[in-house]
Each structure stands twice: as C-alpha cells, then as structure tokens.
C-alpha cells in the first residue's frame, strides 16, 4: 500500500510538469520573449509547492509504511524476526497461534487490525498533504502575465 501512495505522489508532480510546460509560451518571430518574470515566478512556486508537498508526503508515508509493516506485516507472514532470544528482548512474546486448545484468542489478530486501520489512516492523511499541495499548485500555475500586453 505505501509504495502504490508513493506512486501517486509522483504522478502529481508529473501532472503539474506537464501543465507548466504547456503554458510557457514560445518567442515570437522577432525574437521578442513573452514569457515574463512574474509568470516564471509562478511556475516556480507552483513546481515548488507540489515538489515540497510531495516531499513531506513520501516522508510520512515511508516511515508509517515502515513501521506499519513491522507492526502487522512479520505477524501476519509468520516471518521470524529473531533468530535467537538475545535479540528479541524487549518485544512481546505473545505467539502467533493459540497451542493450547482453549477458546482464547491469543494471537493478537484484533490488536493487528487495529494496528492496521490506523496505519491505513495515517497513509490517507499522508496522502492528503500531497494532494492539497497539487491543489494549490494548480491554482498558482494559473497565474500569468504575457510581456506583450500592454
């Protein structure tokens, strides 16, 4: 999952790349640029607030993604995370599955999904601050200033 978020984070960046090529306008036939500072300044900032945004996206999302799947991913593939007890101090030595017969779950399959949902969470509102900075780069990229007007 944080490597398909990943993923759509840099399709935004591609999304506005393409937008902000297709808007600088070629010179004219007297060599005369059109392309005005104040529009290149906006394209700038548009380019930086997705880039930026993107940035601290892929940053949250990697270390929830990390984290997330050392919390449910090793449990839920029976995976062994030490090899021997030295280096498992310190964590929970709840098994993955009930031996003992009895009608208790002791897995820790709840505690998983609970775990989870809030890393699901977490990715979405991670997400989330790449979007808005996509957003609002549309909106600066709008902003344009030709040097032939008058």
């Known amino acids: 999952?944080?490597?398909v978020m990943a993923g759509v984070i840099g399709i935004y960046g591609l999304?506005?790349?393409v937008i902000l090529a297709e808007s600088i306008p070629?010179?004219?036939v007297s060599r005369e640029n059109v392309y005005s500072i104040y529009t290149g300044m906006a394209h700038l900032c548009a380019g930086l607030c997705c880039g930026l945004s993107g940035l601290a996206a892929g940053g949250c999302i990697g270390i929830v993604g990390e984290y997330g799947v050392r919390c449910v991913g090793y449990r839920a593939s029976n995976i062994?995370?030490?090899p021997n007890k030295t280096e498992s101090?310190?964590?929970s030595s709840v098994p993955d599955q009930d031996h003992s017969g009895d009608s208790?779950?002791?897995s820790g399959s709840d505690d998983q999904n609970k775990l989870f949902v809030g890393m699901l969470i977490m990715l979405i509102f991670s997400e989330a601050l790449a979007l808005y900075g996509l957003i609002v780069a549309?909106?600066?990229s709008q902003?344009?200033?030709s040097c032939g007007e008058s």
């Open 15 to 17: 999304i506005i790349a």
């Open 104 to 106: 208790e779950d002791l």
């Open 138 to 140: 549309l909106i600066v």
């Open 1 to 3: 999952i944080p490597v």
């Open 26 to 28: 070629k010179p004219n």
């Open 89 to 91: 101090a310190g964590y």
């Open 143 to 145: 902003h344009s200033f």
């Open 80 to 82: 062994t995370l030490f």
